[in-house]
């Protein structure tokens, strides 16, 4: 098993530009989790998926984030038009209903110049 | 929602020597306590969990307590190795899947 792909692994890029991270699940996973990781905020939700659908997106920042899992195997996390407060480690995490724990991705760090 | 409280920030103990982060929970109804491990530039990684229908669980150096009463848990790290410096993590089940993770401790063993 691959675990959970994410692409890039890292991304610089200026303000103002479209910024868009890649996530492969682990096959055969139904749930799918995006976090963004910064020093001063630790851990943060952004949004989750089950069954392809956007169960919980309370947590993305404001209309300039966007994500879609437009199938089981793959999903994107859009940032238009990228800040530099963006900057950050995303992380993709999945799991599979009845089961305990995430997987983690290697995640994708992005800096926003 | 769920709040996850998580202490101390910074720990630093002697190899060999025990550790114990804490970690408090602000749901009742959050039933599965995970704990990660996080090294430098690396993804986090399970290590231990526990459900709310045990108080202990252990695995070999590294042991989870759960007092459901009081909304805390705690991991315990026995006979610390260098290895073992990382950044942990602890987290409660909201609903559904979804975890909340308190704000990490860095672990560090000084040989």
């Known amino acids: 098993d691959a675990g959970v792909i994410q692409s890039p692994r890292h991304e610089v890029t200026e303000m103002g530009q479209e910024v868009t991270l890649r996530c492969k699940p682990i096959?055969?996973?139904?749930?799918l989790f995006w976090y963004r990781q910064t020093m001063m905020r630790g851990l943060e939700l952004l949004i989750y998926f089950n069954n392809n659908v956007p169960i919980d997106d309370s947590g993305m920042p404001e209309d300039r984030f966007s994500a879609k899992m437009p199938n089981a195997s793959f999903s994107t996390l859009k940032i238009q038009p990228s800040e530099p407060r963006d900057s950050a480690v995303y992380f993709c995490?999945?799991?599979?209903?009845?089961?305990?724990?995430?997987?983690f991705g290697s995640g994708t760090r992005l800096t926003v110049v | 929602g769920e709040n996850v409280e998580q202490h101390p920030s910074t720990l630093s103990v002697q190899e060999g020597d025990s550790a114990v982060i804490k970690c408090t929970y602000s749901d009742s109804a959050s039933n599965y306590f995970p704990w990660y491990k996080q090294e430098l530039g690396k993804r986090p990684q399970l290590i231990i969990d526990i459900r709310s229908n045990v108080g202990e669980k252990k695995d070999q150096r590294i042991a989870v307590t759960l007092n459901k009463t009081a909304k805390h848990f705690s991991l315990h790290i026995t006979e610390t190795q260098p290895e073992d410096s990382a950044v942990y993590f602890c987290a409660a089940e909201e609903y559904g899947n979804k975890l909340v993770f308190g704000a990490g401790t860095i672990l560090r063993v000084k040989s």
């Open positions: 096959s055969g996973h139904n749930s």
């Open positions: 995490a999945s799991n599979k209903d009845g089961s305990y724990g995430y997987t």
